[in-house]
């Protein structure tokens, strides 16, 4: 491996969505920098930062029906029996919810947990709360996946937070997802939740620190084989 391919291996792609923020930063740090020269470098580590918040790496996601596989980095706030929001159309029995809490500097890019059909998505406007705050799951301006599985319905919801103003989803429905796809984008921290079909088990602990389309929130049945992966 010569250096260029050790580099390129690297160096962690950034988003599309997030070129233009990193060129604003950019920008800006020039013009701070002609006002007084140690702006620049103020602005230049805020750049780097910005595109480092926009990164999307490549994952490996094991590939098994029977797993649900976390839609985000970051920190697993909340795992319990709740009520979907009504706009699911999951009816109003408790299921198994799992959060992924996303702060600003956890990657950001939203992959789907388990492999299927998109039936629906809806979005709705809300506040801008605390994501961490239970309340925030039915306050907060959120965008919500329906994806028809193997083992039923599951529910993913985009949530933003206190930071974050805008949700981004460019999938469809109808699309067909694969688990680890990337179906969107939350910009500057927000949070995830995950509400399951009857039958899973959570397999993570409050507090553990989650992979986007790497760790294994939950699973459907037991005594399985090996389980293989493939990048996305």
Same mark, same amino acid.
């Given at each position: 491996?010569?250096?260029?391919?050790?580099?390129?291996?690297?160096?962690?792609?950034?988003?599309?969505?997030?070129?233009?923020?990193?060129?604003?930063?950019?920008?800006?740090?020039?013009?701070?920098?002609?006002?007084?020269?140690?702006?620049?470098?103020?602005?230049?580590?805020?750049?780097?930062?910005?595109?480092?918040?926009?990164?999307?790496? $490549?994952?490996?996601?094991?590939?098994? %029906?029977?797993?649900?596989? =976390?839609?985000?980095?970051? *920190?697993? &706030?909340? @795992?319990?029996?709740?009520?979907?929001?009504?706009?699911?159309?999951?009816?109003?029995?408790?299921?198994?919810?799992?959060?992924?809490?996303?702060?600003?500097?956890?990657?950001?890019?939203?992959?789907?947990?388990?492999?299927?059909?998109?039936?629906?998505?809806?979005?709705? $406007?809300?506040?801008?709360?605390?994501? %961490?705050?239970?309340?925030? =799951?039915?306050?907060?301006? *959120?965008? &919500?996946? @329906?994806?028809?599985?193997?083992?039923?319905?599951?529910?993913?919801?985009?949530?933003?937070?206190?930071?974050?103003?805008?949700?981004?989803?460019?999938?469809?429905?109808?699309?067909?997802?694969?688990?680890?796809?990337?179906?969107?984008?939350?910009?500057?921290?927000?949070?995830?939740?995950?509400?399951?079909?009857?039958?899973?088990?959570?397999?993570?602990?409050?507090?553990?620190?989650?992979?986007?389309?790497?760790?294994?929130?939950?699973?459907?049945?037991?005594?399985?084989?090996?389980?293989?992966?493939?990048?996305?």
């Amino acid at each position: 491996m010569n250096l260029f391919d050790t580099i390129r291996r690297t160096i962690v792609p950034v988003h599309k969505e997030g070129y233009p923020f990193v060129i604003a930063f950019f920008v800006v740090s020039l013009i701070l920098g002609w006002i007084w020269e140690p702006l620049f470098w103020v602005g230049l580590v805020l750049t780097l930062w910005c595109a480092y918040f926009f990164r999307d790496p $490549e994952r490996v996601t094991p590939q098994d %029906e029977d797993l649900v596989i =976390s839609p985000a980095d970051g *920190r697993v &706030s909340s @795992i319990g029996m709740y009520s979907p929001p009504a706009e699911l159309g999951l009816g109003a029995e408790p299921r198994l919810r799992i959060t992924v809490f996303m702060n600003v500097f956890n990657c950001h890019v939203n992959r789907a947990p388990m492999r299927g059909r998109i039936r629906e998505i809806v979005y709705r $406007e809300g506040e801008f709360l605390n994501a %961490e705050l239970d309340k925030a =799951s039915d306050d907060n301006e *959120r965008n &919500s996946l @329906i994806i028809e599985t193997k083992h039923g319905d599951l529910g993913v919801v985009q949530i933003a937070g206190l930071v974050a103003r805008r949700i981004l989803c460019w999938s469809t429905p109808g699309e067909n997802l694969e688990a680890g796809e990337r179906f969107g984008l939350i910009r500057f921290g927000s949070r995830l939740d995950v509400f399951l079909p009857e039958g899973a088990v959570a397999r993570v602990s409050l507090g553990q620190t989650a992979i986007a389309g790497e760790t294994v929130l939950a699973e459907f049945g037991s005594g399985r084989g090996p389980v293989v992966s493939r990048r996305t």
